[in-house]
T-cell receptor, first 114, second 112 residues
Framework: ETGVTQSPTHLIKTRGQQVTLRCSSQ?????VSWYQQALGQGPQFIFQ???????GRGNFPPRFSGLQFPNYSSELNVNALELDDSALYLC?????????????FGPGTRLTVT | LAKTTQPISMDSYEGQEVNITCSHN???????ITWYQQFPSQGPRFIIQ???TKVTNEVASLFIPADRKSSTLSLPRVSLSDTAVYYC?????????????FGQGTTLQVKP
């Protein structure tokens, strides 16, 4: 069974640029959530995708957007990058949308905005 | 959503039992309590989840008193590899958004 994978591992971008981060969910999982984790802080929920539609969103501006594909993999897109967007971006997958049950996290993508 | 409060850091020695307590005074009837573990440069990993009384699995136990306003994660006989950040989360089990609310967590340092 393959776990959650994310790419790239590290990324450096300049303020104002756009970035796309990718996530492959664990086999059999149809729900993907994205989190932002600043240094020394706990992860913050960005949004969740289920069956290719966003069905939950945290307090992040519209320049954070996402996609989920028929194979349940997902992308996180961030436009007009700001210095404060520098963080570890985590993807988590699970089966179904129920609040119970564990979510399986990937290793994350470390984004640095200069 | 109920807010959680945990100690920022704890120290222990190998072989000891570690208990990390989390306060969640405003927990709602539908809320469950979940603990995650995170190592540096890795994503969080689910440890245990419970609603009331006691839950035990192969890695930890979770104690929840009757009023459910707090919970205690118990790690038996810790080793150096248990050094990590531990997060206590409280959330509605009936919610379909999957939103996990993480606090700052407790950094556990296990010493030899």
């Amino acid at each position: 069974e393959t776990g959650v994978t994310q790419s790239p591992t590290h990324l450096i971008k300049t303020r104002g640029q756009q970035v796309t981060l990718r996530c492959s969910s664990q086999s059999g999982h149809n729900t993907v959530s994205w989190y932002q984790q600043a240094l020394g802080q706990g992860p913050q929920f960005i949004f969740q995708y289920y069956r290719e539609e966003e069905n939950g969103r945290g307090n992040f501006p519209p320049r954070f957007s996402g996609l989920q594909f028929p194979n349940y993999s997902s992308e996180l897109n961030v436009n007009a990058l700001e210095l404060d967007d520098s963080a570890l971006y985590l993807c988590a997958s699970r089966a179904g949308t129920g609040g119970l049950g564990e979510q399986y996290f990937g290793p994350g993508t470390r984004l640095t905005v200069t | 959503l109920a807010k959680t409060t945990q100690p920022i850091s704890m120290d222990s020695y190998e072989g000891q039992e570690v208990n990390i307590t989390c306060s969640h005074n405003n927990i709602a009837t539908n809320d469950y309590i979940t603990w995650y573990q995170q190592f540096p440069s890795q994503g969080p990993r689910f440890i245990i989840q419970g609603y009331k009384t006691k839950v035990t699995n192969e890695v930890a136990s979770l104690f929840i008193p009757a009023d459910r306003k707090s919970s205690t994660l118990s790690l038996p006989r810790v080793s150096l590899s248990d050094t990590a950040v531990y997060y206590c989360l409280v959330g509605d089990g009936s919610s379909n958004t999957g939103k996990l609310i993480f606090g700052q967590g407790t950094t556990l340092q296990v010493k030899p």
